[in-house]
């Protein structure tokens, strides 16, 4: 029998321009660090940002930023509690703490979502349900979590509780869903243990299957309470979109997809590839990934459990090849021990995707000195509102028999009027900007010889090593001449 004491859904939260008032909670939750900054400014500073951290790898190319920067996240998480009175309080946790901050409504977070969230923390008196408290371990509910799909709608409640039995549990669904019909599965996440993590390691489906779906860039994805799935859907299209594009896949190429997850990455590139490596270590990641790939009829893409870095290490100790490995791991980075088995299997192509800048940089730092250079580098805007940005970096291999390092000293250089004019890093801008072409320092020098602004010859290099040198293209001399008539130079 429904329990007629539940309290109806909030009413709808009144809008507010978050440009010009911000958040009323902002300081004590710390979610949001750029809340009250007008987002025009945000896009600069983490553009600066990047360029900052990254510009010396290669020219970062401007941000992509959001349409509607506003209730996009589409996974809220609450923690419950009870106040100084006694009353039943939800929200985030204080930045750097495990105090909760009550929140009526997050102007990042999907607005179904909380609204769900909140039904349900009206309910918990009328079904003598009692939330957990961290220091005693007694009580029920310590967490719940709402998932909607974008495209599909298709919304999931997960209660983390302490127990696994839920008191009235088909009347509790009965009266949520009466108020929220369009929910379409309720999981009990049990985490009986004495810990920060949120999620427990085991789900009970009370209602619907356990999981909801959703379409991204062509592709369904089922998606379970512990899977990762990026958290703005909007802005992940863009994101897998560029990472396919700097793949340059052709159709013939074996690709590594690591830290795989659902295989959201690498299902997306399966149509573009002759074959499709996942690796993931958590086991439901792995689950939904193949019925994934069955699901879209993929039969080029194998999803396997286990550590990636020793997935790697393993092939490149059986002599097996892949032409590309997309990576994109959590936001404190690669470790060394990882980077170094992608070195060792000496893919072509790495497309490294990026939350955390500061991280990036240190792994970027480690595969330029071991064999690979950065070719571009693409800042996308998926945290509006908070200092997190995302990016999608393309290293290439460097051969031997290719590319020559030449080291040209500014005092061996016969410094004309014309060259004041314009530096070796002003002019590969410029083609980079202008055609698209990466020129190197010694294509730019070969040029100005041609064109009578003199270069030495650097003594230090033997004869065989001037020999040996690459010779600049054409389409790429067409380039830098005219980089040098527009500075003037010739």
Do not use: W
């Not at 004590?28 to 553009?47: F, I, R, S, T, V």
């Not at 599965?185 to 004495?194: A, M």
């Not at 299902?267 to 439901?284: R, W």
Request: charged share 25%.
């Amino acid at each position: 029998m429904e329990n007629k004491q539940t309290k109806a859904a909030p009413k709808a939260y009144p809008k507010r321009d978050a440009l010009k008032t911000g958040c009323p909670v902002s300081r004590k939750c710390g979610g949001c660090q750029y809340q009250g900054m007008p987002y025009k400014e945000q896009l600069k500073k983490k553009q600066k940002q990047e360029e900052t951290l990254l510009g010396k790898f290669c020219k970062v190319s401007p941000i992509i930023g959001m349409e509607q920067p506003l209730h996009y996240r589409n996974k809220v998480h609450r923690a419950f509690d009870r106040d100084r009175k006694g009353n039943i309080i939800c929200g985030p946790y204080e930045a750097g703490t495990h105090h909760i901050v009550p929140v009526e409504n997050c102007l990042i977070e999907d607005e179904k979502c909380q609204e769900i969230i909140y039904t349900i923390s009206s309910m918990l008196k009328s079904f003598k349900i009692k939330t957990y408290d961290e220091d005693t371990g007694y009580g029920l509910l310590r967490h719940v979590m709402v998932r909607r799909g974008f495209q599909s709608g298709e919304i999931m409640v997960v209660l983390v509780l302490g127990s696994p039995i839920l008191p009235s549990k088909n009347n509790f669904v009965k009266a949520l869903r009466k108020v929220h019909p369009e929910i379409t599965t309720i999981v009990l996440n049990i985490n009986d243990k004495k810990t920060s993590m949120v999620l427990g390691e085991r789900d009970i489906p009370i209602y619907g299957p356990g999981f909801i779906k959703d379409r991204l860039c062509g592709c369904t994805f089922r998606i379970s309470p512990r899977s990762f799935y990026q958290v703005n859907p909007v802005q992940t299209e863009t994101l897998y979109s560029e990472a396919i594009r700097f793949a340059g896949l052709t159709g013939k190429e074996t690709v590594f997809d690591a830290y795989c997850g659902i295989g959201t990455i690498g299902l997306i590139a399966a149509s573009h590839a002759k074959k499709v490596i996942g690796v993931e270590l958590n086991k439901d990641a792995v689950r939904d990934a193949r019925i994934n790939a069955r699901e879209n009829h993929i039969s080029n893409a194998d999803f396997c459990q286990g550590d990636a870095g020793e997935f790697m290490m393993a092939m490149a100790e059986n002599e097996q090849h892949v032409d590309v490995v997309f990576m994109d791991p959590p936001r404190l980075g690669s470790d060394k021990k990882f980077l170094s088995s992608v070195v060792r299997l000496s893919p072509e192509r790495i497309i490294y995707i990026s939350c955390g800048p500061q991280s990036l940089a240190a792994d970027l730092k480690y595969l330029t000195k071991n064999q690979y250079f950065v070719e571009k580098i693409q800042p996308v805007e998926m945290f509006a509102y908070t200092s997190h940005v995302e990016t999608v970096c393309l290293l290439s291999k460097l051969h031997a028999d290719q590319h020559i390092e030449v080291e040209l000293q500014m005092d061996e250089l016969d410094l004309m009027a014309a060259e004041s004019k314009a530096t070796y890093e002003e002019i590969k801008d410029y083609v980079l900007e202008h055609s698209g072409l990466k020129v190197s320092s010694l294509y730019i020098a070969q040029v100005k010889e041609k064109c009578g602004i003199i270069e030495r010859v650097n003594y230090n290099l033997l004869k065989s090593e001037i020999a040996r040198q690459p010779k600049c293209p054409p389409e790429k001399e067409a380039a830098i001449r005219e980089a040098l008539e527009h500075f003037r130079m010739i």
